[in-house]
Structure formats: structure tokens, C-alpha cells
């Protein structure tokens, strides 16, 4: 399923691929004979539009003589059938007579009003006025234009042809009305929606007529005031070019597409040499490390990829990745067996400091003038906090708890050195204070990494709970009255164990009553920290300790974590959590 998958991919690319540069050449070649024909048709049009405006002037220039024309063309639309008949004798008199020469001078310079007169002499006037203009546009050369017209527009739909160059008069009344719609008609569209704004400039559209010819009309105003919308227009047929210039830019079509097909073919076979059978040699190497892991096999396959593009780097990366991958692999593997040696090694270093530490509750059966508990939860697999609690004689029992700088391993040595030395001298020296004192000094002068250790140590004197402690940089203790309220005790601190040779100790005495109890503990305990970053503090610890007065050792510690856990939750513990507690029953 996997193989299909992968060719039908490769497929997609080369078609899509194709389909893309296809798609671009296409369009290219649309735009330009796009705009190859559209400037061709617009420099055609552009000398029409001269030669046009070349007659268009002459009609122009011929009108502005024309004082009556507006009358003319009203008389010519509501007198059709007048315009078509003969003179009478009376108006052939009329006609050939000086008189109506003289009147024809005075109606064209505007001295007098045809409306005026009566109407043989109104139709003798209106009839030479439009003999004129169809002697004028008989005149015009026909060589260039398919028609010559005088059109007047009444509405949207209709309009007045009133002469062309075809018929030189009218044919009867309903001629003379036609239709000439503005939806076929772009000058009459903009002459109804804007009328005429400037009566001497020429207009133009194209007409694409019902029986598929294509005509270029040009109009000029010949009487757009007093009601009457008038135009001459010239029709000019350009069908032949139009027919040309589509046949030239089909054919240019036809033969771009073969070009265009030729190049896609030569681009595909390039892009298939360059980049497809390229990246199927890279997929075909990266199978084959995946089966069988042989760098040196897809180094191989890969330089035969000889292509000088971004493909030819992919291939040349891929195969230092393929060597990269299988020096982390063996890197990996060695670091693994280091790992599960060192692992093995913390386990049994963990193994030794959790022997080295009282661990047997209750920790001295037969006495039953206290009770004692102790725990170490270690931040690492193992930590630099210890306690000890062992009985100098059987009138006298020391407690020890203690901190060591740093983590780890080196703190774990080190705490060892430092638990076994206090053990040693507490059995020499009966003053807290003096064992401190000589420890420090012992400590200091093998002490080449500079470590050191806090500490609280005491000696209880079992038969009369006088309790007897010197505390080296450690936190304070809290104890406990009969009633069983835990207070803070806020002792003499000297200097750190290690630090410096020479020191001397402070100790300090408390009487411990039947029920009265102790508890000390290291900075693990109020420095927990919550996902606030806010410390936990020796306050909620104070509190949790009270909050069963009545407990025994064991309870108050479970408590007392419990309360560190709550407020901590998910954030991670950073230092090592160590408490010992102490009950005070009373002599026997």
C-alpha cells in the first residue's frame, strides 16, 4: 500500500507540475495576443476615427450657415407626407421666382422666422432645406462608408430616419419612423442619459449587426436643442478587418498552443531528469536505510545523484545524516551501558547510605523512657542530609541531624565521612559543643573540595530529660510542653562544620518533661517550593505540627509531610526532605 502511495505521489508532482507551466503559458499567451489584438483594433479604429472626422467636419463646417435647421427638422417629422408630394403650379412659381430666392437668404441667415409664413412657402423652405442635405450626403464619398444617414432620436426605442445616402427622401409616412434601441446603440444610451455636452465633438460606437457584420458609426450633432435630438452618422464597415484580426489571432492561438506544448513536453523531461528521478533515488535510499541501516550503502546511492541543485544538497545532507545517525546510534549505545552502569552504581551508593541510616522503628524497644522516629527523602538517588540517634551509655542518647552542601553523589561521600566522624567522637566527648568543635577541625583538614555541613547535635540525659545541644548553621528546633503546643526555639547558631578550622561551639540546655517532644529537621522542609515559586516556610510547618499534639513521632512526621506535599503538589523537589522527632516519656 505504502509503494502505491508513493508513485501515485510522483505522478501527482508531474502533472501538477505540468498542469502549473501549462497554466502560465496559457495565460501569457493570452495576454499578449490579448493585447496584441486590442492595440491593433484601437489603432485601426484610431484612423478611422480621422478619416471619419475628416467628412464629419465637412457636414459640420456645411451647418453652421443653417439658421432654421431645428424648424427644418421639426417640419420634416410632422409633415412626412407634405415632403413627399409635388409642388403645385403656384409653388413652382413660388420656387423660380427671385422672391423665394431672397426669402430661402433671409430664413438661412435668420432674418425670418419660417414658422411665420404660410404654409406653401414653409413647405417650399423645408423641402429645399432637406434637398440640401441630400444633395451633401449623395456628394460624400461612398468608397469608404456603407452608409450615410440623418437620424433624429425620440426615445429609447424608436427614431426618425429622416434621409440616408441610399433613398435621398422619404419613403412614406411609417418610414420614417424606425427602431434604433439603445441596448444595441451605445451613443443613443449616452445621448438620452447625458445628452449632448459638446455640440462639435464627434461620436462614436461599435454595431454589431443582426446578420453578423461589424459596423464602426460615427455621429455628429446636427440639432440638439429645442426638443429635437438630430445627428448625421457615418457607417463604416469593418467587418473584413474584424474578421482578419480574429482569424490572425485564432491562428496565433493555435500555433502558441503547439509551441506551448512542445516547451511544457522539453520541461517536463527536464524536470523528470533534474528533479523527479533525482528525489525517487533519495526515496529509494532513505527505504533502504530504513531496512537495512547501512550508511555506507546509502553514501553510495547517494553520490550517484550528480544533479547541481537544491536536490543534489538534499542528497549529499541526507547521506551525512545516514553517517551522523549511525555515530549517535553507537554514541547512544555507549551511553546507555554508561548510564546503566552509573544507575547501577547510584543504586547500590543509595543502598549504602539507606544501611548507614537508622532505619528500625521503634528504634530501641526496651527503653521505654522515648520514643523516636526519623525519615530522608533524598532530591537525587542520593542526598547530603542524614540523621543518627544512638546511645552513648545507657543514661545518655545522641541526636544528630544534618545538611550537606550540594547533591548527589559528592554530598553523599561527604556526608558519610561526616556522619561516621560525629559518631566517633560523640562516644570520646560528652559536650555537644566539643564534638562539634573537633569534627570541624577533622573535617577542615582533609576537606579539599571545600564542602561543608550544617548540624544540630544533643544528648539527652535519659534519667532527668535534661537535654544538652549545640547547633553548627542548622535550623531552629521546636519543642514541645506537657500540653504538647509545638513552639519554634530559636537557638545560638555558630559556623557551618568545614568551613573554617578553629571554630568554637555554643551549646545550650533544655529540660524535656514526660510528654514533652522534639523535633528538628533540615532546609528541605520550609524552603519546598510550590509552582508560585513561594517557599513553604516554618510556619505551616509549626502548624502542622499541631495539629495533632497527641501523635506519636511517626504520626507528627506523616502530618508534617502530608502538609509539604499539599502545598508543593506537582512542583519538583530541589532539596533533600529529612526530619527526626523525639517523645520524652520520663524516667522509669
Not at 403 to 429: C, H, W, Y
Not at 502 to 525: H, I, M, N, Q
Request: one cysteine or more.
Amino acid at each position: 500500500m505504502q509503494e502505491k502511495t508513493g508513485k501515485t505521489k510522483k505522478q501527482k508532482l508531474v502533472i501538477q507540475v505540468g498542469i502549473i507551466t501549462f497554466l502560465i503559458f496559457v495565460a501569457t499567451l493570452t495576454f499578449t495576443l490579448f493585447s496584441d489584438y486590442t492595440i491593433t483594433r484601437d489603432a485601426y479604429l484610431s484612423s478611422k476615427n480621422e478619416m471619419i472626422d475628416r467628412d464629419l467636419n465637412n457636414f459640420r463646417d456645411y451647418m453652421k450657415g443653417v439658421r432654421i435647421l431645428e424648424w427644418g427638422v421639426k417640419y420634416w417629422r410632422e409633415h412626412t407626407g407634405e415632403m413627399m408630394r409635388e409642388g403645385t403650379k403656384e409653388e413652382q412659381a413660388l420656387m423660380e421666382g427671385d422672391e423665394m430666392e431672397n426669402l430661402w437668404i433671409d430664413c438661412l441667415s435668420g432674418d425670418v422666422d419660417p414658422a411665420g409664413l404660410d404654409p406653401a412657402r414653409q413647405w417650399l423652405i423645408a423641402s429645399r432645406l432637406f434637398n440640401r442635405f441630400a444633395i451633401t450626403l449623395k456628394n460624400t464619398d461612398r468608397l469608404y462608408y456603407a452608409r450615410i444617414f440623418i437620424i433624429g432620436i425620440l426615445d429609447e426605442d424608436t427614431s426618425c430616419l429622416y434621409m440616408d445616402d441610399k433613398t435621398y427622401s422619404l419613403e412614406g409616412d411609417a418610414d420614417i419612423v424606425i427602431s434604433y434601441p439603445a441596448s444595441e446603440h451605445s451613443v443613443v444610451k449616452q445621448v438620452l442619459k447625458d445628452g449632448v455636452k459638446d455640440e462639435e465633438q464627434s461620436l462614436y460606437e461599435i454595431y454589431h449587426d443582426p446578420d453578423g457584420t461589424e459596423y464602426y458609426i460615427g455621429y455628429i450633432p446636427l440639432c440638439v436643442s429645442g426638443g429635437e435630438r438630430c445627428f448625421i452618422g457615418i457607417r463604416y464597415d469593418w467587418s473584413d478587418f474584424y474578421s482578419s484580426l480574429l482569424s490572425k489571432a485564432r491562428n496565433s492561438m493555435i500555433a502558441g498552443l503547439l509551441v506551448l506544448l512542445l516547451l511544457n513536453g522539453l520541461l517536463m523531461l527536464f524536470l523528470y531528469r533534474k528533479a523527479i528521478r533525482p528525489v525517487l533515488k533519495v526515496k529509494s535510499g532513505v527505504e533502504d536505510y530504513m531496512a537495512d541501516k547501512d550508511s555506507q550503502a546509502v553514501s553510495d546511492k547517494m553520490n550517484s545523484i550528480r544533479v547541481h541543485n537544491e536536490i543534489g544538497v538534499l542528497a549529499d545532507r541526507f547521506s551525512d545524516l545516514a553517517t551522523e545517525i549511525d555515530r549517535y546510534t553507537k554514541e547512544i549505545l555507549a551511553l546507555n551501558s554508561e548510564k546503566a552502569r552509573i544507575s547501577t552504581e547510584l543504586s547500590l551508593a543509595t543502598n549504602i547510605q539507606s544501611s548507614m541510616l537508622p532505619g528500625d522503628f521503634p528504634a530501641f524497644p526496651d527503653r521505654k523512657e522515648f520514643e523516636i522516629y526519623a525519615s530522608m527523602t533524598p532530591a537525587k538517588e542520593v542526598g547530603g542530609d542524614f540523621y543518627d540517634y544512638f546511645l552513648i551509655d545507657d543514661d545518655h542518647l545522641c541526636l544528630v541531624i544534618a545538611d550537606v552542601s550540594g547533591k548527589g553523589v559528592p554530598a553523599a561521600l561527604f556526608m558519610m565521612a561526616a556522619m561516621i566522624t560525629l559518631r566517633n567522637l560523640a562516644k570520646q566527648e560528652t559536650s555537644p559543643a566539643g564534638i562539634l568543635a573537633k569534627a570541624n577541625d577533622a573535617i577542615c583538614s582533609t576537606n579539599k573540595e571545600e564542602m561543608f555541613v550544617t548540624v544540630w547535635l544533643g544528648i539527652l540525659e535519659i534519667s532527668t530529660g535534661k537535654l544538652t545541644a549545640a547547633n553548627a548553621g542548622h535550623e531552629y528546633p521546636v519543642f514541645s510542653g506537657e500540653k504538647g503546643h509545638f513552639e519554634l526555639y530559636k537557638d545560638k547558631h555558630g559556623f557551618v562544620v568545614g568551613g573554617m578550622s578553629g571554630v568554637k561551639y555554643r551549646e545550650y540546655e533544655a529540660l524535656l518533661t514526660p510528654g514533652s517532644r522534639l523535633f528538628v529537621y533540615t532546609d528541605g522542609v520550609p524552603e519546598a517550593t510550590n509552582a508560585e515559586n513561594e517557599m513553604y516556610g516554618t510556619e505551616r510547618m509549626v502548624d502542622a505540627l499541631n495539629q495533632k499534639k497527641d501523635a506519636s513521632p511517626e504520626e507528627i512526621l506523616t502530618t508534617v509531610r502530608a502538609s509539604v506535599d499539599e502545598f508543593v503538589k506537582d512542583a519538583e523537589q530541589f532539596d533533600d526532605l529529612t526530619m527526626l522527632c523525639l517523645m520524652y516519656n520520663g524516667a522509669k
